[in-house]
């Protein structure tokens, strides 16, 4: 079966998994892509503070009695135990950052099939007060603490752990795993995950929000064009806003989280998405473990946006091909060492970015690198010290994103 094929069906086996979740989700009456239904900025913060381990400041009877009980001392233990080394490693990501990425003052900071993830592009871009996400999973609601029973309050926290584990393992999600652990009954869609990691990061929440962006299409595609055999997207666009801010103080920050299929034949239901996230641009593009759907013809306008509307781009190989960003005159820097993809993501592997780690060097037509280890795990490799970070600079001559298919 040749490559293209197989990404096909890899990709089509993610839609079913996620279709069948949402059936589920639907067939018991919970939406999975509802807003949270806490608006206190206190009970949201809180929220996502139990939720990581984190006891919040004492004075809610009903977080009291939580933080009070043998599951969350347990989930509090566990949390602390993972974060020691999670934290390491996010502080040799802000070290290497600092030397190493030529950030500009302010960007946005899109990354494309984020998932919940949360913690790497914080790690990168702390200081950038707007990050926009966009990803196959719902965006989800926190749970509801007012009333949880002690039994599905110990399900709901085994829950998160079980979400975590290889964000805090590996550094990165596994799509076909997400599917299941973020439809969990008492864990749904990213926003506990967020909720969750800026927790960690010691970030408050002051509002989270549910974004439309195209009323007219959500009207359309819900129940009143079923009624009239309106052909409707297989999965639906849904989006969420969520507002924070550090607890040492500071401006506010904003994450707008976006579930789409963002391959060509699906975004034909929302002409103007695409569009849209350009609008931000200059950006910053951000992609890592992204199983090289920008490699495959079928997201072509989706990388052809990313290229548009980036002047800097920080990957690993997973992202937008080497070739296509060499073709169209970026400038590029490579850290760290290549390897070939995994067994299942064979169709990744680029003969042009593993000639260029064998070279070494530079070429003085604006390619450099650093063959160095990272000092910490990025993309599928991470965990054998095998990572690479791939920055690419917009050059002044740079070509349009068409130039380079």
Known sequence: MNPVATRRIAYARVLLGHAIAAIALLAAGVAPWARASADDPHRLTATAQ?????????????????VASEPWKEHQQAMQANWIEVSARLDAMTKWRTRALPLPAERTVIYPF???DFLNAHAMFPEHRNMLFFSLENPGQLPDLESISPRRFAQLLASVRVALRDIFQRNYFITDYMTRQLTAPLLKGVL??????????DQHILAVREIDLFPELTL??????????????????????IDYVAASGGPPHI?????????????????????????????LVFIKSASYLLHDQQ????RD????????????????????????GWQIRLYGHYERP????AYGYQADLQAAFAKGGGDGEGLSLDGSALPFPFGYHGNSGKSLVMIALRASGAKSAAAGQ
């Open 342 to 345: 995994m067994h299942s993501l």
């Open 299 to 302: 997201f072509a306008h989706t």
């Open 192 to 201: 506990p995950i967020i909720a969750t990691m800026m927790a960690l990061a």
């Open 305 to 328: 946006m990313l290229l548009d509307s980036a002047d800097l781009l920080i990957q690993d190989d997973t992202g937008i091909p080497f070739r296509v960003l060499r073709q169209t």
């Open 114 to 116: 984020s998932g919940p």
């Open 50 to 66: 139990i939720l990581a381990g984190i006891a919040p400041a004492a004075g809610d009877p009903v977080i009291d009695r939580l």
């Open 220 to 241: 359309a595609y819900g129940d009143a064009g079923a009624t009239i055999g309106l052909k409707r997207p297989r999965k639906r666009l849904r989006g969420m806003q």
């Open 255 to 283: 994450l707008q989280y976006f579930s789409l299929d963002a391959s060509d034949r699906a975004l034909t239901f929302y002409p103007d998405f695409l569009a849209w996230v350009a609008a931000h641009r200059p950006a």
